[in-house]
């Protein structure tokens, strides 16, 4: 079954703007990650945060996790026309399948230049 | 190129014949997964292995499904009997033992037809 759903499914954004993309899960989980994909370089991961974190950076990226409403955050600022992929999060099955990723539909974000 | 690579990347196959896709991750990395991709959704979890046992299998794989990894290195993944609902993009992805992160192939398409 689906554990992880991102929202918004499509989100369109002029370069230099802020994209923010948001997921939902269903169970606990011990960390959760986020990987981005594109026709060019396929999936790959992006970032990886903590149940025991709640705020984690990596480069233009900040991610958000909250675990008492099961929620993440995936921040990217100062957008460029690169950034357009599709964006999934991808907790674990459960806590105790931590190798089993579900990802959900995904948000697709477009950079116009 | 020290990635993850998949071949073949595409495959034709008419209905009712069997295919073998085969992966070879990162020579590093000891745990090796598949996943399977449609149109519009994210990956699928099918199965993963550390070493050359297969640890966990989702319910999504049909006894027409195999994979194996004989020798902790390359993998194989065999559908039997394929169907037109089989037709999607076959992704493998690798780790290190003990991480969390996984690098994805560019992937294989299967079309059946």
């Known amino acids: 079954s689906q554990q992880g759903e991102e929202d918004p499914q499509a989100l369109s954004i002029q370069e230099g703007e802020n994209a923010t993309m948001n997921c939902s899960y269903k169970?606990?989980?011990?960390?959760l990650q986020w990987y981005r994909q594109n026709s060019g370089r396929g999936l790959v991961h992006l970032i990886l945060i903590r149940s025991n974190e709640r705020e984690k950076h990596s480069g233009r990226l900040r991610v958000t996790l909250d675990t008492s409403k099961k929620s993440s955050s995936l921040l990217i600022t100062a957008s460029r026309a690169a950034d357009t992929a599709s964006y999934f999060c991808?907790?674990?099955?459960?806590?105790?399948?931590?190798?089993?990723?579900?990802f959900g539909s995904g948000t697709q974000l477009t950079v116009l230049p | 190129d020290t990635g993850v690579s998949q071949n073949p990347r595409h495959k034709i196959t008419k209905r009712g014949q069997n295919v073998t896709f085969r992966c070879d991750p990162i020579?590093?990395?000891?745990?090796l997964y598949w996943y399977r991709q449609t149109l519009g959704q994210g990956p699928e979890f099918l199965t993963y292995f550390q070493n050359e046992a297969q640890l966990e299998k989702s319910r999504l794989l049909s006894d027409r499904f195999s994979a194996e990894r004989p020798k902790g290195s390359f993998s194989t993944l065999e559908i039997q009997r394929t169907e037109q609902g089989d037709s999607a993009m076959y992704l493998c992805a690798s780790s290190f033992l003990g991480a969390y992160e996984q690098y994805f192939g560019p992937g294989t398409r299967l079309t059946v037809t």
């Open positions: 020579s590093e990395h000891n745990r």
């Open positions: 169970t606990s989980i011990n960390n």
């Open positions: 991808a907790p674990p099955i459960s806590s105790g399948s931590a190798r089993q990723l579900t």
